[in-house]
Every structure is written in structure tokens, then in C-alpha cells.
């Protein structure tokens, strides 16, 4: 009796250790792919975050997701903090920001080309009045305009870019003033002047949400200050190469995103109230062939 009681406790010793040391080896199986999604804190990075992140998590792997300033991000991507960063404008509009972590990283896929900066007013601006930045400073135009040309923070290309438009066309000796402002103050600025029809220069990009969802004219740059397009890489640190199985790394390598997809994932967000993982989701399954040609 005692050696059949003994011979249970063992056995049952035996496998609940075995059941603790399968759990151990579990835990640490997710950690190692565990995957650090790293983001800039404006929507439209988020629906390609959704993109990326939708694409690992079919692959079998736990995705962590980091979002903040371009300024905060691009570091934390140079430290191995974030092994994946969705996504670089590239040569020009973070130039900057990559020089400082181009020897550790590497470029996964080029997300979707023609990115680029540029200002716009509301189209019930006359076109007659305003149809180039050289046109800001004829009197009768800065009459109209506030003096303040709101953008978004000082790291961003689009206000870095904004710099040069404002010294390419002598607008500071105009009377105007380029603005740094948090994305809610930028978009906040152009949404009242837009409420009251007022005239109003607003920095933005492409893909935006704002392109869809308002009635705007992109202004002639002719000076060409904010350079030529950039094309959105997927970034990687060169840890990910060892995190990743080689066939999904190719699956990555495969994504492609027109510009008209990524503004209409933004749109979702920001008119119809969708998440930006829910966004992705639902322009990925609306272009389920496209999504099944990545994987080819």
C-alpha cells in the first residue's frame, strides 16, 4: 500500500513537473515571437500598422504594438526597441530621422509609393486668388489669410519640408508664421476656418483622410521645396531577421498598398468611426485577392 501511495505521489510529482516545464517552454516559445510593431501616432501609419500586424498575427505570431512621435519612434527602431516600423518616407521626407539608424535596420518592402507633402486651401479659396504658394504673398491674398500657417510637430517632414517652402518663397518677410502644433491643433485650425468659410493655407500630405473627406485644391509649388514623392518603406531592425521564419519575412517583403487604399483605411477611422485595426481588416477583405498575392 505505502509503495503504491509512494509510486503515485512520484508519477504525480513526474508530471506536474512536466506539465510546469511544458508551460515554461511555451511562455518562452511566445516570447521569442513576440514581434515590436513600432508606429507614428497619426492615423494613417495606423491603418498600415493594422495592415502589417493582421499579416503577422495570421503567421502565428504575437504582435506588440508601439505608437508615438516621429521622434520617439524612429530612435526606439534604431535600439532594437521595435523591431519593425510601419513606415519610412523615404529619400526625402525622413531623411533626417533614418540616417541616424541606417546602419542597424533594413528596408522590408516599399508600402506604397507617390508619398508627398504639399499645401492645400478649401476649394471655395478662388482659384483666381490662390492657385500656387508664390500667390501667398500678393497683398490682396495675405489680407485674407491668417497669419499663422499651422502644421504638425517639428520632427514631422511635413513641417521640416514646410521650412523650406517658407524660406523658397520669402513668406516669413510676408508677415506669416509656420506653426509646430500637435496633430489636434493642426486639424483643428483648418476644421474652424473650414466651418466659417474663411480662407486658410493647411499643410498636409497624401495618403490623408482630409484628401477624402473635404473639398480641397493642392497648391503649384514650383520652387519644388518639398522635393519629389517619397515612397513608405516597411523598416525592420536587422534583429528582425532573426525573429521571423524566412517565408513570412517574404510575405512581408510582398506588401503593397496603393496611396487611394491607405487615405480610404484613414477615411474609415476618421469619418466612420472604425479602429484602425478594424479599418485594415475590412479593406483587406474587400481586396482579398490582392492580400492573396502578397502571400504568392
Same mark, same amino acid.
Given at each position: 500500500m505505502k509503495k503504491t501511495v509512494k509510486s503515485t505521489l512520484l508519477a504525480g510529482l513526474l508530471l506536474a513537473g512536466s506539465a510546469t516545464g511544458a508551460a515554461a517552454n511555451q511562455a518562452a516559445a511566445e516570447e521569442a515571437t513576440t514581434i515590436r510593431l513600432g508606429q507614428v501616432g497619426l492615423s494613417?501609419?495606423?491603418v498600415v500598422g493594422g495592415? #502589417? +500586424?493582421?499579416?503577422l498575427?495570421?503567421?502565428?505570431?504575437s504582435v506588440? #504594438?508601439?505608437?508615438?512621435?516621429?521622434? +520617439? @519612434?524612429?530612435?526606439?527602431?534604431?535600439?532594437?526597441?521595435?523591431?519593425?516600423?510601419?513606415?519610412?518616407w523615404l529619400p526625402q521626407g525622413h531623411a533626417g530621422l533614418y540616417e541616424a539608424v541606417r546602419e542597424v535596420t533594413f528596408q522590408i518592402a516599399p508600402l506604397y509609393e507617390e508619398a508627398r507633402f504639399f499645401w492645400v486651401v478649401p476649394s471655395y479659396?478662388?482659384?483666381? *486668388? @490662390?492657385?500656387? #504658394?508664390a500667390d501667398l504673398i500678393k497683398p490682396e491674398v495675405r489680407e485674407r489669410l491668417p497669419e499663422q500657417i499651422v502644421s504638425l510637430p517639428e520632427a514631422t517632414g511635413l513641417t521640416i519640408g514646410g521650412r523650406r517652402v517658407m524660406? *523658397?518663397?520669402d513668406l516669413e518677410a510676408a508677415g506669416y508664421e509656420l506653426v509646430a502644433a500637435p496633430p489636434a491643433e493642426w486639424l483643428g485650425a483648418f476644421r474652424s476656418a473650414v466651418e466659417n468659410r474663411e480662407w486658410v493655407v493647411f499643410p498636409l500630405w497624401q495618403p490623408q483622410w482630409v484628401n477624402a473627406a473635404f473639398d480641397v485644391r493642392r497648391l503649384a509649388e514650383p520652387e519644388n521645396a518639398y522635393g519629389a514623392p517619397d515612397t513608405a518603406y516597411l523598416m525592420g531592425h536587422v534583429s528582425l531577421r532573426d525573429k521571423v521564419s524566412a517565408e513570412t519575412l517574404e510575405l512581408l517583403s510582398n506588401l503593397r498598398l496603393p496611396?487611394?487604399? #491607405?487615405?480610404?483605411?484613414?477615411? !474609415?477611422?476618421?469619418?466612420?468611426? !472604425?479602429?484602425p485595426r478594424e479599418a485594415a481588416r475590412r479593406w483587406m477583405a474587400d481586396n482579398s485577392t490582392k492580400v492573396e498575392s502578397w502571400g504568392s
Open positions: 494613417f501609419y495606423a495592415v #502589417v +500586424q493582421e499579416l498575427e495570421r503567421e502565428g505570431y506588440e #504594438v508601439t505608437e508615438g512621435p516621429h521622434a +520617439q @519612434i524612429f530612435p526606439e527602431l534604431g535600439a532594437g526597441e521595435v523591431d519593425i516600423l510601419a513606415a519610412a479659396v478662388p482659384e483666381s *486668388a @490662390i492657385a500656387s #504658394v524660406e *523658397a518663397y496611396v487611394e487604399a #491607405v487615405t480610404e483605411m484613414d477615411r !474609415l477611422v476618421n469619418q466612420d468611426g !472604425l479602429s
